[in-house]
């Protein structure tokens, strides 16, 4: 999917003429968009009622990661936002912006997954005019059986990572076996690195032994024509 921004739109927007199973109040709770229209930096926009655009802005530090950390979290930096404020954006240009509707946490109530997509037009930073560009409604039955088979197995997993077994036995082993791998990982790129030089030393040696023939041949040649050249007085 790539990188995106985030869009809140608090201006009135145009809703499709035929609904289908949702009501004009999905549309209307649902304010957050995404957009690949912009920058691409995962900021977050927002066009208010009257129509001007804005940019949220940050202002903080990085925090260096802790090399001893339990997690990968702890190990990595992260940057950690001290203040926020939003300012105008005078972006002139269309603003595509899209999302599911409705929401993710109602939308298993209809038979159909909705995809709603606008194009804006802006004029330094002031909506010029939004149209509806896309509606589509999606018979979502086979979504949503692999979401209970994928919630179900998650279900199953966590609930054996609760048990005795796993907490005392079972990851214990998993640690095990991951080091185990790490380490014949690190052989098998040892052992290889090992065997390319060995074959280079090999080549490099067979064609010190070839430089060194064709010079003793040469050196034969040039006193058997020394000998010629006396025998026969030339």
């Not at 009257?50 to 260096?64: F, K, N, P």
Request: some cysteine.
């Amino acid at each position: 999917m790539g990188m995106f921004d985030d869009i809140r739109v608090e201006y009135k927007l145009p809703l499709p003429k035929d609904l289908g199973e949702l009501s004009e109040n999905h549309f209307n709770s649902n304010t957050d968009y995404q957009t690949k229209s912009l920058h691409n930096l995962l900021d977050h926009y927002e066009i208010r009622e009257d129509g001007s655009l804005w940019i949220e802005d940050r202002e903080g530090v990085y925090i260096e990661g802790d090399p001893k950390g339990k997690s990968i979290t702890q190990r990595l930096g992260h940057f950690k936002t001290l203040k926020e404020w939003q300012e105008p954006h005078k972006y002139t240009g269309n603003i595509t912006f899209y999302n599911s509707v409705p929401d993710n946490s109602t939308r298993d109530n209809f038979r159909n997954d909705y995809w709603i997509e606008y194009t804006a037009k802006i004029v330094e930073g002031k909506l010029e005019s939004v149209e509806l560009d896309k509606f589509t409604a999606t018979p979502n039955a086979e979504r949503k059986h692999s979401d209970n088979v994928y919630n179900k197995k998650d279900k199953l997993i966590s609930e054996f990572q609760r048990t005795f077994f796993y907490r005392y036995f079972y990851k214990y082993y998993l640690k095990v076996i991951r080091i185990s791998l790490r380490g014949f990982y690190k052989a098998t790129v040892i052992f290889a690195h090992l065997w390319r030089i060995n074959k280079i030393e090999q080549y490099l040696d067979f064609m010190t032994r070839r430089i060194n023939n064709q010079s003793g041949v040469t050196a034969l040649r040039k006193s058997c024509d020394e000998k010629f050249k006396i025998k026969h007085g030339n």
